[in-house]
């Protein structure tokens, strides 16, 4: 453990003392966006914001300090989120050890692994939301670990104020509700007060605010192009590469690409998006009702929604919803027009506390994870003589292109088939 806590703590000095050189979201939007408001241009009314609105007092804090003589901007913000991330880590590092019995046999190894991936993506870890993000959702399911009744009102209100924390950094985890509200047991009328307690907490503020200025976010977003990073965007530049009809618009933060090949993707995208994550839902309430040796069947689906409670331990639902978690976010990375390389952050953590089934799972899913780390937030594999390589009409960058993604379809097919372990080992 001692040797774990001196690992991380000479990362996070390494990572704190060594900004990314070139550019930061920080310094070219955060820093903006706060002195707006401060000075008095209100978020939502007057600024077309894109993140919800805890992501507001995150990035008004370090100018508060700034303007009271504490600091600058810029090293304010990375503090913050510094300090965020070692509470996470303590926190999970201690539910790794202790609390998940799964973990009991590879909380080392994973443990440095995840210290690895994290050194390795320094340039974004402490530039965003990301961190705070995914650490928020993961901290309302750990804490199961930690409850001897997680069916009890008071932690249930606690385990939604979390997740409804998580929402209010980036909307992306709202779906997850739905597998998230079946894992409890007892009656409905707990279960939606213990929720609705917990948005109350989270969001009542905001919306005394804000009011249906908040839905600007969603507009915002709903309006934004195809981003040049993302699977889609990969799509139409394989085809482009026979049809040569798109044309590339330079300008940030999207980078979109404009032609007849963009717009029949991206309506292809803008159907196909919530069908897939309809269908993740949907799996996942057949996943919570799978049990042992039995096949699923209408009836069974249909008694979910008197009593989901048939994972009656707090170690089946915790692994449960970690496999669900791990399989929509990697659906959305491959389904959404927007994916940033930031995004990777969203499931390192899983590393240190998926409920792996071999140790080869485990170097699996982190070989997976280091070749997109190294190949989308480092400068190491970047393989410039592919720019020049053409083959035909295809352009041999798209190559290592595919690299970026492949890893994401093999996880997401090694861990859909991990549901029948799951479910059968963890009851």
């Known amino acids: 453990m001692a040797f774990i806590l001196l690992v991380f703590c000479l990362s996070r000095i390494f990572i704190f003392l060594n900004p990314p050189p070139y550019y930061s979201d920080v310094t070219a939007d955060y820093e903006r966006y706060a002195n707006m408001w401060y000075y008095g241009l209100t978020p939502y009314r007057e600024h077309l914001y894109e993140y919800p609105p805890l992501s507001v007092p995150l990035l008004e804090f370090p100018l508060i300090l700034d303007q009271s003589g ?35 046999r590879y909380w080392f190894l994973s443990s440095l692994i995840y210290i690895l991936l994290t050194t390795l993506g320094k340039d974004f870890l402490y530039e965003g939301l990301d961190l705070i993000f995914t650490a928020t959702f993961l901290t309302s399911i750990l804490l199961w670990a930690w409850f001897t009744d997680i069916d009890k009102f008071k932690y249930q209100t606690i385990t939604w104020t979390l997740f409804w924390l998580s929402t209010a950094i980036k909307f992306l985890t709202l779906p997850l509700l739905v597998p998230l509200a079946f894992l409890f047991s007892g009656s409905w009328l707990k279960r939606g007060s213990a929720a609705i307690l917990g948005f109350l907490l989270v969001w009542g503020i905001p919306l005394y605010l804000y009011g249906t200025s908040l839905s600007v976010s969603f507009v915002y977003n709903n309006a934004r192009p195809i981003k040049y990073a993302s699977f889609p965007a990969y799509v139409i530049k394989v085809i482009d590469t026979f049809t040569h009809t798109e044309e590339y618009v330079n300008k940030a933060p999207d980078f979109e690409s404009v032609g007849i ?84 952050l969203w499931y390192l953590p899983l590393i240190m506390i998926y409920p792996y089934k071999s140790k080869t799972q485990l170097l699996l899913f982190s070989g997976a994870a280091l070749l997109m780390i190294l190949l989308d937030l480092t400068p190491y594999v970047k393989l410039h003589f592919l720019h020049q390589l053409i083959i035909g009409d295809f352009k041999g960058v798209l190559l290592r292109d595919i690299f970026r993604f492949l890893p994401m379809f093999l996880i997401m097919y090694d861990l859909t088939k991990d549901t029948k372990r799951i479910s059968a080992d963890y009851q």
């Open 261 to 344: 090949v963009s717009t029949y993707v991206t309506s292809l995208v803008k159907v196909g998006f919530p069908l897939a994550i309809a269908g993740v839902l949907c799996w996942s309430l057949f996943f919570i009702n799978q049990q042992k040796n039995q096949k699923f069947s209408l009836k069974k689906l249909l008694s979910t929604f008197i009593n989901s409670h048939l994972a009656t331990k707090n170690s089946s639902r915790i692994a449960i919803m970690l496999n669900i978690f791990t399989i929509y976010l990697f659906t959305l990375f491959i389904t959404a027009k927007t994916f940033s390389q930031p995004f990777h």
């Open 70 to 104: 504490i600091g600058k901007y810029y090293p304010n913000y990375r503090a913050q989120i510094l300090l965020i991330d070692i509470v996470f880590f303590i926190f999970l590092l201690f539910t790794a050890k202790y609390k998940l019995s799964w973990m009991k």
